[in-house]
């Protein structure tokens, strides 16, 4: 026994022996031995400038007491680095700091495990960095699970700045980090305010400069597994105003984030440089929406984006609906669903002279903004899109719009695109392939029983009260406007008129019958039967030819002849009446109808119009009554279909 008693105070003489030398050793001298084993263990090349200390320290008072009087060792060390990794581009060192104080348990050493109960930094700076291989610079080892593990209690510091280099998200950006003022000194883990710290944010994600303010909670908690940290942020995207408020789960490795997300900007076509999503030169948007960020597992991880129960407006269009981007594994991929009360084509590509950066062009009508086909390949997208109204056009409005829409190698199609109009239901394709230069377009519409009346409200106005129009359209085109491809344009139109009624007013104007116009005018109009109507447009070149274009009635015929230049957005057009009864002071003659889609000019022919007022002057010297024979205008014989003459035997005219 007194042996055993022996050897036991021997072995307490040696631990006090190893515990005052620990504390009474200067280790200034052991200095270049301990860098050197440090610069081999981390296989980097590791400074300290300043004074190195080791003791030993008991715990602080917001511990229990029995933790509290657990001996452990206190490191001190002043004007310390760490060099980067070999491959690293981000800069000579991973991290610096002008103090360290650190305080651990010995025992978990052994089992290669830092317990690190307490760690204060003084002017810490920190890069991180992951190249195109995805090797992390802050991991000394190539295994995905490092020799070490460590586990952080407490925290404090001043100002720490941090810098995030991600060459696989393409992003570069740094944080200066300091304690909110009033933020207890030495936040303890699991045991942290909502909100400790502030940081200013600034670099560049993708194409985007990033400038950002906003607060998060412990530091402490960026490190250690298992937190949920919550983070708020506000700032600008590029050009986009951003906002953020929500939490980030487990963000040493971030499995998820929830975030309430609002941006919003001049044009959604901003919000290409930090997303890669292709989206239209528009009006002012502003949108709002959950976001949650999901990090699936494989290699590389799967980041899967959801933008969830989004609601927003772009110029006076609304929208509303949900969208995943699945980012990380190959292409990118955009799935979304949106439904609208009001869609404005004015909005999303709006008039030549009123977007930003637009090239304007005098006295045009067709939009001439120019997309951008070589972004269409940074990702694939599904859009399912369903609304009340499309407004095409002011006076145009489509009803119940709905379309499925893709986006692949450069390929954005419209198919199918289904809408009502006019009491009548449309329904086409459209197709813009962007592998070339130029992008190619083709466009096939067929609609049926659209009203007249309801299709030209201004008709109605007058009681007008035409049939059913039933017609297709087949175009194909190459520009990177919607006016350079009309201007290129080959293809087709074609519709016909079912039978109705229209206003004699507009039968005998376009006939320029004076008497019949007036009276019809001023006294009581009334509707004329229509037989049919019929327009057979063909277009090559951007040359619209009218190769038939007729208005049958029980009273006229009226044919429509001439050219439209879809280019230069000029008319050339000629309005042929055939009256079908005897007419007195009558004027007819064929109209012009010429000038641009803007400023377009009516007018009659001259020579004929001219000819016969002339004529009427002449015999008004020698006999007034007989100045009337000139204005009166027989009828002729023409058969009541819209047929070209030639099909029913008659003569051509």
């Known amino acids: 026994m007194m042996v055993l008693g022996w050897m036991l105070a021997a072995l307490a003489a040696l631990v006090l022996v190893a515990a005052a030398a620990v504390a009474w050793f200067d280790w200034n001298l052991a200095k270049p031995w301990i860098v050197a084993r440090l610069s081999a263990v981390l296989e980097r090349p590791v400074w300290v400038e300043g004074d190195i200390a080791l003791g030993w320290s008991r715990g602080p008072d917001s511990e229990s007491r029995a933790t509290r009087l657990l001996p452990r060792l206190r490191l001190t060390a002043g004007k310390v680095a760490v060099g980067n990794a070999a491959w690293a581009r981000s800069g000579p060192l991973l991290a610096s700091a002008d103090a360290i104080d650190v305080s651990f348990s010995p025992l978990p050493l052994l089992h290669k495990h830092w317990l690190i109960t307490d760690l204060r930094l003084s ?20 295994s995905e699970e490092p020799a070490w593990s460590y586990d952080i209690h407490r925290l404090e510091f001043d100002r720490a700045r941090l810098r995030y280099v991600d060459l696989p998200l393409d992003m570069d950006l740094a944080f200066d980090i300091s304690p909110l ?52 942020a506000e700032g600008q995207v590029g050009r986009v105003h951003a906002a953020i408020n929500g939490t980030l789960s487990n963000p040493h490795r971030l499995a998820r984030a929830d975030l309430k997300l609002s941006l919003d900007g001049a044009t959604l076509a901003d919000l290409y440089p930090a997303t890669g999503v292709l989206l239209p030169q528009s009006q002012a948007f502003r949108t709002q929406g959950q976001l949650a960020i999901i990090r699936e597992g494989g290699k590389p991880a799967l980041w899967d984006w959801r933008y969830q129960r989004f609601t927003g407006t772009v110029g006076q269009s609304d929208f509303a609906g949900d969208a995943q981007y699945l980012l990380g594994q190959g292409q990118p991929r955009l799935r979304t669903t949106v439904r609208s009360r009001l869609m404005r084509m004015a909005d999303i590509v709006p008039a030549n002279d009123s977007a930003k950066g637009e090239r304007k062009r005098a006295d045009k009508l067709l939009p001439a903004h120019a997309f951008e086909p070589g972004r269409w390949g940074a990702l694939d997208a599904e859009i399912s899109f369903s609304g009340e109204q499309f407004a095409l056009l002011p006076k145009l409005v489509w009803q119940d719009p709905a379309a499925e829409i893709r986006l692949k190698d450069k390929v954005l199609s419209f198919d199918p695109l289904r809408f009502s109009m006019a009491g009548g239901k449309a329904e086409g394709s459209l197709v813009l392939d962007g592998r070339q230069d130029k992008i190619r377009s083709r466009l096939r519409l067929d609609a049926q029983g659209l009203q007249v009346k309801r299709l030209f409200p201004e008709l109605a106005a007058m009681q007008a009260s035409f049939g059913r129009i039933n017609g297709s359209a087949e175009l194909s085109g190459a520009g990177n406007s919607i006016a350079d491809m009309l201007g290129t344009a080959d293809g087709k139109l074609q519709a016909e008129v079912s039978e109705g009624s229209i206003s004699q007013f507009i039968l005998e104007a376009a006939g320029l019958n004076l008497a019949d116009a007036v009276f019809a005018r001023f006294y009581k109009d009334k509707q004329v039967r229509l037989h049919c109507a019929v327009a057979d447009v063909r277009i090559a070149g951007g040359q619209a030819d009218m190769k038939r274009f007729a208005v049958n009635t029980e009273d006229a015929l009226i044919e429509v002849g001439g050219r439209v230049d879809l280019a230069r957005e000029a008319l050339d057009l000629v309005i042929r009446p055939h009256t079908k009864r005897l007419r007195v002071l009558s004027l007819r003659s064929p109209l012009t109808v010429k000038g641009s889609f803007s400023h377009p000019l009516i007018g009659a022919e001259s020579g004929p119009l001219a000819a016969r007022a002339g004529a009427a002057a002449a015999l008004a010297l020698v006999a007034p009554l007989a100045a009337v024979v000139p204005l009166i205008t027989p009828g002729e014989d023409i058969p009541d279909d819209c047929r070209p003459p030639a099909a029913v035997g008659a003569p051509a005219r």
């Open 123 to 142: 002017g810490a700076v920190v890069v991180m960095e992951r190249d195109s291989d995805r090797r992390k610079n802050w991991r000394f080892s190539q």
């Open 181 to 232: 003022p009033g933020a207890p000194q030495g936040v303890l883990k699991n045991d942290t305010p909502d909100l400790a710290i502030s940081a200013r944010l600034s670099g560049r994600y993708k194409e985007a400069e990033v400038k950002a303010a906003g607060q998060g909670g412990a530091l402490l908690d960026l490190l250690n597994d298992g937190a949920l940290y919550p983070l708020r």
